[in-house]
């Protein structure tokens, strides 16, 4: 099967990710879910400059189909989150600078402020530390992602899920919204949150 155009929009959102100032030239990955197969950038490239002849095709299984690619490092935890969550068809991991801040100090994102903020997020989750690459944590990002839509991972990044790559994407960049916000309301002081009954609302509409 020919996945071009998949490819295409899979390096687009990488190049996006780096054009929004969310991740850096060589951080962060996407990945996207097509039936069985996972499509996911590389690393070691330049992620401003990625086109869809370096994105990777790998099994749900683990089965590299592109052997002449080296496939993102964090290819196992893409998996773990798509075995374990079948509504889930695109990832976006990246190291929004706010955000991130808030994922190494244990200090929690206030999606309680916009109603665009708690439709697109909901609440957000962490997941406890683990070196980057390996299978600790994936199992423990995996573990997060069953709970939540985005995942504060502590002391690495952020990372996000949804049915497609806008959805993923833009959780992301709300998140960074989100944390900007959260920081700016505590050094005014006096912010107004929604008010419970009608975060409840918000939660009905969009769950």
Known sequence: MNFEKEKQETALF?????ERGLTTCSGGNVSQRIGDIILITPSQTDKAYIQAEQIAEIRITGENLTPHLTSSMETAMHLAIYQCRNDVNAIVHAHPVTATAFATTNTEINCKLTGETRAI?????NASYALMGTDALAERVAEAAKKANVVLMENHGIITFGKNLLFAFDRMEVLEAAAKQTLITHLLGNKKEIPLNDLNEIDKLFS
């Open 14 to 18: 990488m190049r996006r990710l780096y």
């Open 121 to 125: 997020i909901g609440v957000p989750i």
